[in-house]
C-alpha cells in the first residue's frame, strides 16, 4: 500500500514539474494572444487578462502588414526547398552507388564546407550577387536558400540511400533503368519521412533568416518575414495589439506545417538526421 | 549498399554519372567556395566594399588582434557558452521526466504541447521576448512588481550599494550596461528546445521500462538512474548538441542586431564578433577589415571542431 | 528498409495546404512583380527615416498628388528605421541599388560624407536657379527655387562639394511642451515659470507635491536624447562666444564643432575649463536633479511613454516629435502648452555675465532629400522635389506632419505655433569635441560622470584634457583613412567652374558667394592642414611614394586651384555671416 502511494505521488510530482516548465513556455504565446486584441489603452490597464471588448480589427491590421512577407516567404522557402532536393538527391546518389574516380576528392570537396561558417563570406557573397543582377529579388534568397542546403542534405541522404538494399537498384539496372530512373522509382518512395524532416528543417532556416534579407532587399513589398517583422519592431509609436497579431499570424504556416508533419519530422530526426 | 566501383577504363562509357553531381558543384563553387576564396582575399585589402581597393598586407589581421572590440566580443562570446552549457540542463531533465512517465498517452500529448510553443518563427519569440523587457511596457518589471520581487532585489540593491535597481524606477534590462549580460543569460527561459527534447528523447527510447523496474527493485535512486542509466544513452546527442551550440553563439549575431541595434548596446556592451563584423562591412565601410574578422572566427570554429574531434575519439 | 506506411488523410490535407500557399504566393510574388519590376511606368523610390505618426500618410498623399498629374510615373516610398537607415544606405549605395531619392543624411562616417556626396548624388544648384515650375500661380512664381525657402537653403549648401545637393521642406526647433492641466493642479497657474530660477522653483514645487501626495510625478520626462537637447540649449545661451572666437574656423556655423574645435583646442584657444564652459556645464547640471531617474540609459520613446502616462510635467520636444506628443496626449486626455526653457536673466548672480540671450536656431535638420546617381530617371527626381517642395503641397504636406515649413508665404498647423524658429543671431557652435567613435565614446563617458555628481567639473576637465589628445588622434586618423579618397574629383571640379560662372554672371550675389566661397575653401584647406599637422601617420608617408603621396598631390593641386580663386577681387566686407 505504502510502496504504491510513493509511487504515485512520484508521478504527479513529474506531471508537475513538466507542467511547470509547460507553462513558461506557453506564457509568451499567452501573452502574444491576449495583446493582440487590445489597443494600447486596453493594454496599459490591463496588461496580463483578455480585456474587453476584443479588438479582431487588430488581426485584420496585422495581416495587411505580413501578408506580402508571408507570401514571399512561402515563395522563396518552398522554390528553394524544392530545388535543393532537385540537385542534392542525384548528388547524393551518386555518392552511394559509385565509386568513380575523383569521388572522394568531390566528396571531401563538400564535406570541407560543412566547418566553413557562413558568417566570413558575407561581403563577397553581396558582391556576386550583385553581378549577377539579382539584388533586391526574391531568386537571390532561393539560390542561397539552395546553395546553403547543399552540403548537409547530401550528407545525410548519403548515409540514408546507402542503406537501402542493393538488390533494388541491380534489379533496376538490369532492367534498363537509368540513374534517374532509378532515383525516381526506388530513392524517392522510400525517402519520405528523411526527404521532408530535412525539407522542414530548410523551410524553417528560410523562415527564420533575417541577414540575408536584410542586405539583399530593398522594396518593402520584397521582404521575407524575419526582416519584415524586425522593420515592424522599429516603428516609434508601437500599437502592441496589431504588432502581436501580427506575429502570431507570421506563427500561423509553421504551425500548420509542423502539426501535419510532426509524426515524420519526429521519426526523421530520431533517425537520420541525428547522425550528422 | 556496396558502391559500384567505375574504373576510369569504364568511364568512357559512365562519364554521364557526373552530370548527378555536376549542378550541386557548380552552386556550392559559385556561392560557397567563391566567396570563402574572395574573402580571404580581401583580408589583405583596405577595401570599402566598392571602389576603394589597396593592396595592406597583414595590417588587417595586425590591427585585427590588437582590437580590444574584437577580444571583447570573444569575451562575451566565452561568457554566454559557459552559461548556455547551463541551459542545455532543461532540454535533458524534460526528456528524462517525460521518458519516465509512467502513462504513454501522457507522455505523447507533452510531447505534442512541447512542440507548440516553440516552433513558433524564431523572429517572432525573439521579439516577443524582447518586448518582455521592454523597461516600461514589458511584461519581466511587470512580473517582478506584481510578485514583489522587485522590492527584493531593491532591498538587495541598497545592501551591497549596486545602484541597478532603486525603488520606483524600472530598471532598463536591455539599456543598463550593468544588466545587458544578465538579461542575455536569463534569455529563453525556461530554456526548453524542441529540437533538443525531441532528439534526447528518440535516444532514450531505447531505455525497457522493465530496466527502471529493475532499478527500482535494487533501490537505486532516480539521479543515479539518470547518471547510470539514462545520461550514457544520449551522451552522443548531447555532444552534438553542444558542438553545435557553441559554434551556433560564436556566428549568431541577428539575435544583438535585433535587441541592441548596430551599436550594440550602451558602450557596445553587447558587441559579438559577428556583429562587428558585419557592422564594419555595411555600416563602417570597412570590408577588407570585416573580411579578416570572419577569417578570425572562422579559425575559432575549425579549432573548436578539432577538439571535438579529438574528444570524441578518445571516448570511443 | 521497408517501404514507408501510407500517407494518412492529415498528411493529404497538410500536402494541399502546403499546394494552395504556394500558388497564393506565387500569385502574390506576379502580383507585386507586376506592380513595381514589369511596368510601363517610371518608376521612382524615395527612401527616409521619418517613422513618425502621420508622416508616411504624408508623403503617401503627396505621391498620390503628383502621380495624379502624372500618370506615367509610379513613386515607391521606403520607410526604414532611422537605427538601419545607415546600414540600408551603404548597403543600397555599394550594390547600386539605392533608390532614386534619399533622405540626405547619416551617411557620413566622420568625415566620409563629402567623398560620398559628390560620389553618389547629383548636383542641384543648376535647378535652383531656375524657378520652380509648380509654383505657377502663387506669389512665388518665377522665383528661383532656392529663393522660395525661408532659409534658402543655407544648410544644404555643401561647402566642400560648392554645390547644393539636397533639398528639404520643414524646419526644426525645440521646445519645452508642458501638461497644462497637471501644471495647473501643482502650481494653481496657467502660466509656465517665465525665468530661470522660476523654473528652478517651479520645478522643486513639483517635487515636494509629488512627495506630499506620494504620486510619481516627475518635473521634467527625458531621456539622454532630451537632455543633451537641454544641454545645448542652456549651453548655446552662455558659450556663443567660445565658438564664435575660436572654434568655428570656416565660419561655415554648421553646429559642429568636430574637427575645428580639435585644432582650436591644439592650438590653445579653446579650453575646456574655461569660466564660461564652466558656467555652462554648471548650469545644464542644475536641471539634472529634476529630470526622471534613469534617464540616461533610456530611449527617448520612454520619455515621451512618461509624459503621455502624465507622470512628468514638462518634457523637452522639438517640432517634429510634437504630432505624436498632441496624438498622445489627446488620449490620454490632456492639453499641451509650449514654452521655451526660460535662460537666466543678466541680473543671475551666477549665470548673469555670461548669459549671451538664445543661439539663432538650427537650419539643419530639415529632412533634406537628395537625387542618388544610380536613379533611372533623375530629372522625374527632381521634378518630384520641384513639385513637394512647391507653396500649395508643401504647405499641406507640413501640416498633415504636423512639422515647421520653410516653404515662404505658407502656414504651420496650430500646434506649431509656439514653435516658430528664430534663425537671428549666431547659432550655438557647441563645445562637444566629437568626431569619431572614439571620442565619441569618451565624451560621453565623463559627461555623464560629471552630469550623475560622480565627479566635480574640474576633475571632469582634468580627466578630459589629460585623455583627450590620444583618443583624438586615434579619430583624426580613421578619419584620414576614408578621406584619403575624398579629394576633389570631377563633379567638385564641375561645381567649382560653375560656382566661378556664377561669380562673373550675377554683380549682386557677388560678395555673398564670394565670401561662401572663401569659406568653404577655408574651411577645406583647414581641415586638411589639421589633418596633416596632427596626423604622424600621414607625416610619414609624405616621405614615400604611393597613393598616399598621390594623394597629397593631388591636394596640392587643389590648393593651386584655389588660388586662382582667391584671386578674384575680395569681398567688400569680410567677415562673420
Not at chain 1, 182 to 204: D, N, Y
Not at chain 3, 178 to 184: E, F, S, V
Amino acid at each position: 500500500m505504502i510502496e504504491r502511494k510513493r509511487f504515485s505521488v512520484r508521478e504527479v510530482f513529474k506531471h508537475i514539474c513538466i507542467l511547470a516548465v509547460l507553462f513558461f513556455s506557453f506564457f509568451p504565446l499567452y501573452v502574444m494572444f491576449a495583446i493582440s486584441f487590445k489597443t494600447n489603452a486596453q493594454f496599459a490597464v490591463n496588461p496580463l487578462g483578455f480585456g474587453l471588448p476584443l479588438h479582431f480589427e487588430n488581426w485584420l491590421v496585422g495581416w495587411n502588414i505580413v501578408r506580402d512577407y508571408i507570401f514571399n516567404t512561402i515563395f522563396v522557402a518552398i522554390t528553394s526547398v524544392v530545388l535543393t532536393f532537385c540537385f542534392t538527391i542525384p548528388a547524393a546518389y551518386f555518392f552511394a552507388r559509385y565509386k568513380a574516380p575523383f569521388s572522394k576528392f568531390l566528396w571531401y570537396f563538400f564535406l570541407v564546407l560543412m566547418l566553413m561558417p557562413g558568417v566570413a563570406n558575407l561581403i563577397p557573397l553581396f558582391m556576386i550577387i550583385k553581378s549577377m543582377n539579382l539584388l533586391n529579388s526574391l531568386m537571390a534568397l532561393v539560390v542561397l536558400g539552395i546553395a546553403g542546403g547543399q552540403v548537409v542534405q547530401i550528407y545525410i541522404l548519403r548515409n540514408f540511400i546507402e542503406e537501402i538494399p542493393k538488390d533494388l537498384f541491380d534489379a533496376a539496372e538490369i532492367d534498363g533503368a537509368g540513374p534517374i530512373k532509378q532515383i525516381l522509382t526506388i530513392v524517392l518512395p522510400m525517402s519520405g519521412s528523411i526527404v521532408s524532416t530535412l525539407a522542414i528543417l530548410q523551410f524553417i532556416g528560410v523562415w527564420n533568416d533575417f541577414i540575408m534579407p536584410m542586405i539583399l532587399i530593398r522594396d518593402d513589398k520584397l521582404l521575407t518575414l524575419a526582416a519584415g517583422l524586425v522593420k515592424l519592431d522599429g516603428e516609434y509609436v508601437k500599437l502592441w495589439g496589431q504588432m502581436m497579431a501580427g506575429y502570431a499570424i507570421s506563427s500561423i504556416p509553421l504551425v500548420l506545417i509542423f502539426l501535419f508533419t510532426m509524426r515524420l519530422f519526429v521519426k526523421g530526426l530520431s533517425s537520420g538526421a541525428v547522425k550528422g | 549498399m556496396i558502391a559500384r566501383i567505375i574504373t576510369r577504363k569504364r568511364l568512357v562509357a559512365y562519364w554521364y554519372i557526373y552530370l548527378l553531381v555536376l549542378p550541386s558543384i557548380l552552386i556550392v563553387s559559385l556561392f560557397s567556395y567563391a566567396p570563402a576564396i574572395s574573402g580571404i582575399y580581401h583580408a589583405f585589402f583596405r577595401w570599402n566594399g566598392d571602389y576603394i581597393n589597396d593592396f595592406v598586407g597583414l595590417a588587417n589581421f595586425a590591427e585585427a588582434f590588437q582590437d580590444p572590440v574584437l577580444w571583447g566580443g570573444f569575451g562575451l562570446i566565452g561568457i554566454l557558452v559557459l552559461f548556455n552549457i547551463f541551459k542545455m540542463i532543461p532540454s535533458v531533465l524534460t526528456a528524462v521526466v517525460i521518458n519516465r512517465l509512467k502513462s504513454e498517452k501522457a507522455a505523447y500529448v507533452y510531447k505534442v504541447l512541447f512542440v507548440v510553443p516553440m516552433i513558433i518563427p524564431g523572429m517572432v519569440s525573439l521579439l516577443i521576448w524582447k518586448f518582455f523587457f521592454d523597461s516600461n511596457a514589458g511584461m519581466l518589471n511587470l512580473l517582478l512588481h506584481k510578485t514583489g520581487i522587485m522590492q527584493l532585489l531593491c532591498s538587495v540593491d541598497s545592501f551591497f550599494h549596486w545602484g541597478i535597481f532603486v525603488a520606483g524606477i524600472n530598471p532598463i534590462w536591455l539599456g543598463d550596461t550593468n544588466l545587458i549580460i544578465p538579461s542575455l543569460i536569463f534569455w529563453g527561459f525556461p530554456w526548453v528546445g524542441v529540437v533538443g527534447v525531441l532528439i534526447y528523447l528518440a535516444g532514450l527510447q531505447n531505455i525497457d521500462q522493465s530496466i527502471y523496474e529493475a532499478a527500482d527493485l535494487d533501490g537505486i535512486s532516480s539521479f543515479q538512474k539518470l547518471l547510470r542509466i539514462e545520461f550514457p544513452l544520449i551522451m552522443s546527442q548531447v555532444r552534438i548538441n553542444l558542438v553545435m551550440m557553441i559554434i551556433g553563439t560564436l556566428q549568431d549575431y541577428a539575435l544583438i542586431l535585433v535587441l541592441f541595434g548596430k551599436e550594440a548596446g550602451p558602450n557596445g556592451k553587447a558587441m559579438v564578433p559577428g556583429l562587428y563584423m558585419f557592422i564594419n562591412a555595411f555600416v563602417n565601410q570597412r570590408a577588407g577589415y570585416a573580411c579578416a574578422i570572419g577569417i578570425i572566427m572562422f579559425a575559432f570554429i575549425l579549432i573548436l571542431t578539432e577538439i571535438n574531434n579529438r574528444l570524441v575519439t578518445v571516448d570511443k | 528498409m521497408a517501404r514507408e506506411k501510407p500517407i494518412n488523410w492529415l498528411s493529404y490535407l497538410g500536402i494541399g495546404l502546403v499546394v494552395a500557399s504556394y500558388i497564393g504566393a506565387i500569385v502574390n510574388t506576379f502580383t507585386i512583380g507586376k506592380e513595381i519590376v514589369w511596368t510601363n511606368k517610371k518608376v521612382i523610390r524615395i527612401c527616409h527615416w521619418q517613422l513618425e505618426s502621420g508622416f508616411r500618410e504624408a508623403v503617401t498623399g503627396t505621391i498620390a498628388a503628383y502621380e495624379k498629374l502624372h500618370p506615367d510615373v509610379k513613386i515607391i516610398q521606403i520607410p526604414i528605421t532611422d537605427k538601419a537607415y545607415r546600414q540600408f544606405l551603404i548597403t543600397q549605395l555599394i550594390g547600386g541599388t539605392a533608390p532614386d531619392l534619399i533622405e540626405f543624411g547619416q551617411l557620413g562616417a566622420y568625415g566620409a560624407l563629402d567623398n560620398v556626396t559628390a560620389r553618389y548624388f547629383y548636383p542641384l544648384g543648376q535647378y535652383l536657379k531656375q524657378p520652380n515650375e509648380y509654383n505657377v500661380g502663387t506669389n512665388l512664381e518665377g522665383v528661383p527655387w532656392v529663393h522660395t525657402f525661408k532659409h534658402e537653403l543655407e544648410y544644404n549648401w555643401d561647402p566642400n562639394n560648392l554645390d547644393y545637393y539636397s533639398i528639404g521642406i520643414t524646419g526644426v526647433s525645440q521646445r519645452l511642451a508642458y501638461n497644462k492641466q497637471l501644471m495647473k493642479a501643482i502650481t494653481g497657474k496657467e502660466t509656465p515659470p517665465q525665468t530661470f530660477r522660476e523654473f528652478i522653483a517651479f520645478c522643486k514645487g513639483v517635487q515636494h507635491y509629488a512627495d506630499s501626495t506620494k504620486q510619481k510625478i516627475y518635473p521634467i520626462a527625458a531621456a539622454r536624447y532630451q537632455f543633451e537637447g537641454i544641454a545645448s540649449d542652456l549651453g548655446g545661451a552662455l558659450t556663443r562666444t567660445i565658438g564664435l572666437d575660436s572654434i568655428d574656423r570656416n565660419y561655415n556655423a554648421d553646429g559642429d564643432p568636430g574637427i575645428e574645435g580639435f585644432t582650436s583646442w591644439v592650438e590653445g584657444k579653446f579650453s575646456f575649463a574655461s569660466e564660461r564652459a564652466k558656467a555652462a556645464s554648471e548650469l545644464s547640471k542644475e536641471i539634472v536633479p529634476f529630470l526622471e531617474p534613469g534617464f540616461m540609459a533610456r530611449d527617448r520613446q520612454d520619455a515621451a511613454f512618461s509624459f503621455a502616462q502624465q507622470r512628468a510635467v514638462i518634457i523637452p520636444t522639438w517640432s517634429w516629435d510634437m504630432n505624436s506628443q498632441v496624438g498622445q496626449a489627446k488620449e490620454s486626455g490632456f492639453d499641451i502648452g509650449i514654452m521655451r526653457f526660460p535662460l537666466p536673466d543678466s541680473t543671475d548672480a551666477v549665470y548673469g555675465k555670461y548669459v549671451e540671450g538664445y543661439a539663432a536656431e538650427s537650419k539643419s535638420f530639415d529632412m533634406p532629400f537628395a537625387v542618388c546617381r544610380f536613379s533611372q530617371h533623375p530629372d522625374i527626381a527632381i521634378d518630384f522635389l520641384r513639385f513637394y517642395s512647391s507653396q500649395k503641397v508643401a504647405e499641406t504636406f507640413c501640416k498633415k506632419i504636423g512639422w515647421l515649413c520653410t516653404v515662404r508665404g505658407t502656414e504651420n498647423i496650430d500646434f506649431m505655433q509656439g514653435f516658430e524658429p528664430s534663425y537671428k543671431g549666431y547659432p550655438n557652435v557647441g563645445s562637444s569635441m566629437t568626431f569619431g567613435n572614439e571620442t565619441d565614446n569618451l565624451s560621453f563617458q565623463l559627461r555623464w560622470e560629471y552630469f550623475s555628481g560622480k565627479t566635480t567639473f574640474d576633475s571632469y576637465v582634468n580627466s578630459y584634457s589629460s585623455k583627450f589628445l590620444p583618443v583624438a588622434l586615434k579619430d583624426c586618423n580613421s578619419s584620414l583613412m576614408t578621406l584619403r579618397n575624398s579629394l576633389p574629383s570631377a563633379a567638385q571640379t564641375i561645381s567649382h567652374l560653375s560656382l566661378l560662372h556664377e561669380i562673373s554672371a550675377d554683380t549682386a550675389q557677388e560678395a555673398k558667394v564670394l565670401l561662401r566661397l572663401q569659406n568653404s575653401v577655408d574651411g577645406y584647406a583647414g581641415y586638411w592642414a589639421s589633418l596633416q599637422a596632427f596626423s604622424y601617420d600621414f607625416m610619414n608617408a609624405m616621405t614615400q611614394d604611393n597613393e598616399r603621396t598621390r594623394a597629397i598631390k593631388n591636394e596640392l593641386q587643389y590648393k593651386m586651384f584655389r588660388d586662382d580663386f582667391v584671386n578674384v577681387p575680395p569681398a567688400p566686407q569680410g567677415g562673420k555671416p
